[in-house]
């Protein structure tokens, strides 16, 4: 019989062999059917995607005939354009030749009066000029003498003859920037740990600082968008993006950030004895962090596997984009695509599951993050302070295996809501770049849009603690999703600081773990090892060295960030559980110390009033 786990959910859990028993059983079932069966389709669409694909119909060129060369039938053998010059036709004289007069080749001439038999006799002359083959184009040798060959080449522009100098030369900098990689990478670990050292250390003020800030950042927007609105309203950009209505639009986003600064306020004054709950949590994440540091490599696998993932999805999308038939714009080699409607509705639903695999895998990470925290939490304590616990060294892996065998269903469930968005945003933003000369559909097009966009980022909350709530109970979606619900409302102002403070840190954290190291890599930059000419470690572009290292940065501060947003939800909804109670024996020593602390300082703050 396939179940959610336990029955009684007020059954409170003693240890961590009582939560780990709840998941003996798989839930949500017939979500796990619909997306094996959905995954089977998806696989089915991706292969006439290969089958009937063709991606030299995306950039090989259209002959006068509509062929696309080195595609269609006749002109399989003959992969590259090249443009007949007219019977007419002058090198000493500019504008003469007939864009329209493109044929394909199976190579471009390389010198000038050779025969070209492709090219129509009746029309245009079969002696050629010299032309060298980019990107499948046979593009004029320029002779500054011959103004007809200039006039060829401009239709490409600079950048392709450009192309592969600059190429080859980011490529040389990039390759000898490896040392400062391994630099950036070890600057950014460490900074990781000190923001979290300091983080444990000075939760509190850094929770007010974070307040304080938000709080004058939006009233100070507000004034300023209020003060400012008729000028801020006639701004190029605001017209070509609201037309008529930028002055309006204007005095709407002055309105919302003084709206969003009262909120803060209200919420401070109601609920600011929560504040020191919310340092508990926080100070307890760090403690969890510390003393699981596998958690940290937890990011590591699902940026690796999310990489894969999307790559391969991407390559298998171009594939099924180049089903199309291209037609080309008269006189130019640019061209759009036209599809079937079967075409299009293999392309929706493509798009549709590449939303709903990418959320899966968030869903199989944020539920082995919270099971490998939920089982440190509920794990017995093995001194009297209750500090140190007997977990495994690899829970995370563990709750890995256990959502991928009892919990698929839920993670469909989830997933599939956040797909179901991911596709409506991406139809609306389709529905505005088609109205870009409608300024009314487009502030239609904005307001849907941030009405989806929050609906979404609703969800994915609601989402993200309903995989808690099943990595501790083993419930279904929906009963998963209910209690989720009750425990927020319970503990609503906890969590609501809690969580504000939680993006302030992680936004805070990425900017200056990523600044940093840009900063450090950008001097080591300067330095003459990498500045001479004559050194083997001279950057001809350090540019792309220092960018690389800022990714870097930015990935290593988002796997800090990323767990601890993750851990800090997770015994927020602990916490919740056990009431939060300073004499359970799951809490730790110092946190229970700093719990009946803060109940003894608001004792005393009542009996002075």
Same mark, same amino acid.
């Given at each position: 019989?396939?179940?959610?786990?336990?029955?009684?959910?007020?059954?409170?859990?003693?240890?961590?062999?009582?939560?780990?028993?709840?998941?003996?059983?798989?839930?949500?079932?017939?979500?796990?059917?619909?997306?094996?069966?959905?995954?089977?389709?998806?696989?089915?669409?991706?292969?006439?995607?290969?089958?009937?694909?063709?991606?030299?119909?995306?950039?090989?060129?259209?002959?006068?005939?509509?062929?696309?060369?080195?595609?269609?039938?006749?002109? #399989?053998?003959?992969?590259?354009?090249?443009?007949?010059?007219?019977?007419?036709?002058?090198?000493?004289?500019?504008?003469?030749?007939?864009?329209?007069?493109?044929?394909? &080749?199976?190579?471009?001439?390389?010198?000038?009066?050779?025969?070209?038999?492709? %090219?129509?006799?009746? &029309?245009?002359?079969?002696?050629?000029?010299?032309?060298?083959?980019?990107?499948?184009?046979?593009?004029?040798?320029?002779?500054?003498?011959?103004?007809?060959?200039?006039?060829?080449?401009?239709?490409?522009?600079?950048?392709?003859?450009?192309?592969?100098?600059?190429?080859?030369? /980011?490529?040389?900098?990039?390759?000898?920037?490896?040392?400062?990689?391994?630099?950036?990478?070890?600057?950014?670990?460490?900074?990781?740990?000190?923001?979290? %050292?300091?983080?444990?250390?000075?939760?509190?003020?850094?929770?007010?600082?974070?307040?304080?800030?938000?709080?004058?950042?939006?009233?100070?927007?507000?004034?300023?968008?209020?003060?400012?609105?008729?000028?801020?309203?006639?701004?190029? &950009?605001?017209?070509?993006?609201?037309?008529?209505?930028?002055?309006?639009?204007?005095? =709407?986003?002055?309105?919302?950030?003084?709206?969003?600064?009262?909120?803060?306020?209200? /919420?401070?004054? %109601?609920?600011?004895?929560?504040?020191?709950?919310?340092?508990?949590?926080?100070?307890?994440? #760090?403690?969890?962090?510390?003393?699981?540091?596998? /958690?940290?490599?937890?990011?590591?696998?699902?940026?690796?596997?999310?990489?894969?993932?999307?790559?391969?999805?991407?390559?298998?999308?171009?594939?099924?984009?180049?089903?199309?038939?291209?037609?080309?714009?008269?006189?130019?080699? =640019?061209?759009?695509?036209?599809?079937?409607?079967?075409?299009?509705?293999?392309?929706?639903?493509?798009?549709?599951?590449?939303?709903?695999?990418?959320?899966?895998?968030?869903?199989?990470?944020?539920?082995?993050?919270?099971?490998?925290?939920?089982?440190?939490?509920?794990?017995?304590?093995?001194?009297?302070?209750?500090?140190?616990?007997?977990?495994?060294? %690899?829970?995370?892996?563990?709750?890995?295996?256990?959502?991928?065998?009892?919990?698929?269903?839920?993670?469909?469930?989830?997933?599939?809501?956040?797909?179901?968005?991911?596709?409506?945003?991406?139809?609306?933003?389709?529905?505005?770049?088609?109205?870009?000369?409608?300024?009314?559909?487009?502030?239609?097009?904005?307001?849907?849009?941030?009405? =989806?966009?929050?609906?979404?980022?609703?969800?994915?909350?609601?989402?993200?603690?309903?995989?808690?709530?099943?990595?501790?109970?083993?419930?279904?979606?929906?009963?998963?999703?209910?209690?989720?619900?009750?425990?927020?409302?319970?503990?609503?102002?906890?969590?609501?600081?809690?969580?504000?403070?939680?993006?302030?840190?992680?936004?805070?954290?990425?900017?200056?773990?990523?600044? /940093?190291? &840009?900063?450090?890599?950008?001097?080591?930059?300067?330095?003459?090892?990498?500045?001479?000419?004559?050194?083997?470690?001279?950057?001809?572009?350090?540019?792309?060295?220092?960018?690389?290292?800022?990714?870097?940065?930015?990935?290593?501060?988002?796997?800090?960030?990323?767990?601890?947003?993750?851990?800090?939800?997770?015994?927020?909804?602990?916490?919740?559980?056990?009431?939060?109670?300073?004499?359970?024996?799951?809490?730790?020593?110092?946190?229970?110390?700093?719990?009946?602390?803060?109940?003894?300082?608001?004792?005393?703050?009542?009996?002075?009033?």
């Amino acid at each position: 019989m396939f179940g959610g786990g336990y029955d009684s959910e007020d059954e409170p859990i003693h240890e961590s062999d009582q939560f780990k028993e709840r998941h003996d059983s798989c839930t949500d079932l017939p979500c796990c059917c619909l997306w094996i069966l959905c995954l089977i389709a998806f696989f089915g669409v991706a292969g006439y995607g290969f089958n009937h694909g063709n991606l030299k119909r995306l950039h090989h060129g259209i002959d006068n005939k509509g062929q696309v060369c080195g595609v269609d039938l006749n002109v #399989t053998a003959k992969p590259s354009l090249y443009f007949c010059p007219p019977l007419s036709w002058d090198p000493m004289v500019a504008n003469a030749m007939d864009m329209n007069n493109g044929v394909c &080749v199976a190579t471009c001439p390389a010198t000038a009066g050779l025969n070209v038999p492709e %090219c129509d006799l009746t &029309v245009s002359t079969q002696d050629s000029y010299a032309t060298t083959n980019k990107l499948n184009f046979c593009i004029p040798v320029v002779d500054s003498t011959l103004p007809g060959t200039q006039q060829i080449s401009d239709l490409f522009g600079p950048t392709v003859s450009g192309f592969v100098p600059s190429l080859m030369k /980011l490529a040389d900098s990039l390759s000898k920037g490896w040392p400062l990689y391994i630099l950036a990478f070890l600057l950014a670990v460490v900074i990781g740990y000190a923001y979290l %050292c300091c983080l444990k250390a000075f939760a509190k003020p850094m929770i007010w600082l974070a307040v304080l800030v938000s709080f004058l950042a939006l009233f100070s927007i507000g004034c300023f968008m209020l003060y400012q609105a008729p000028s801020i309203g006639s701004n190029d &950009v605001m017209k070509d993006n609201f037309g008529q209505f930028a002055t309006g639009m204007t005095y =709407v986003i002055g309105v919302i950030s003084l709206a969003g600064a009262l909120g803060i306020a209200c /919420l401070m004054c %109601c609920c600011h004895s929560q504040i020191d709950y919310a340092v508990l949590a926080v100070q307890m994440t #760090t403690d969890v962090m510390a003393h699981i540091p596998s /958690l940290l490599f937890a990011p590591v696998i699902k940026a690796t596997v999310k990489f894969i993932v999307t790559i391969i999805l991407i390559f298998g999308f171009v594939y099924l984009l180049s089903i199309a038939h291209p037609v080309q714009v008269a006189g130019t080699q =640019v061209r759009h695509f036209e599809y079937e409607g079967f075409e299009w509705a293999l392309i929706i639903y493509y798009v549709f599951m590449f939303g709903w695999i990418m959320a899966f895998l968030t869903a199989i990470y944020q539920f082995s993050i919270a099971y490998a925290t939920a089982d440190y939490f509920f794990a017995q304590p093995s001194d009297y302070e209750g500090n140190e616990r007997d977990i495994g060294c %690899c829970n995370f892996i563990e709750g890995m295996c256990v959502g991928l065998m009892w919990h698929q269903g839920s993670f469909a469930f989830g997933s599939f809501i956040i797909a179901i968005f991911s596709l409506i945003q991406r139809i609306i933003e389709y529905l505005e770049r088609t109205s870009a000369d409608n300024p009314i559909a487009r502030i239609i097009a904005c307001c849907c849009y941030c009405c =989806v966009t929050m609906c979404k980022s609703c969800a994915e909350f609601i989402n993200k603690n309903a995989y808690i709530d099943i990595a501790i109970r083993g419930d279904w979606f929906c009963t998963a999703c209910q209690k989720a619900f009750r425990v927020m409302v319970e503990n609503a102002a906890g969590m609501a600081i809690l969580n504000g403070a939680t993006l302030v840190f992680q936004i805070a954290g990425l900017l200056m773990i990523t600044a /940093l190291t &840009v900063f450090l890599a950008d001097a080591i930059c300067q330095l003459a090892l990498f500045k001479d000419a004559t050194s083997d470690w001279f950057l001809p572009n350090p540019t792309a060295v220092v960018v690389v290292c800022g990714l870097i940065a930015f990935g290593m501060a988002k796997i800090f960030m990323d767990v601890f947003d993750m851990v800090s939800d997770t015994l927020m909804f602990c916490l919740g559980l056990e009431g939060w109670s300073k004499m359970s024996q799951k809490v730790p020593g110092p946190l229970r110390e700093a719990m009946s602390d803060a109940e003894e300082l608001k004792r005393q703050e009542s009996a002075g009033m």
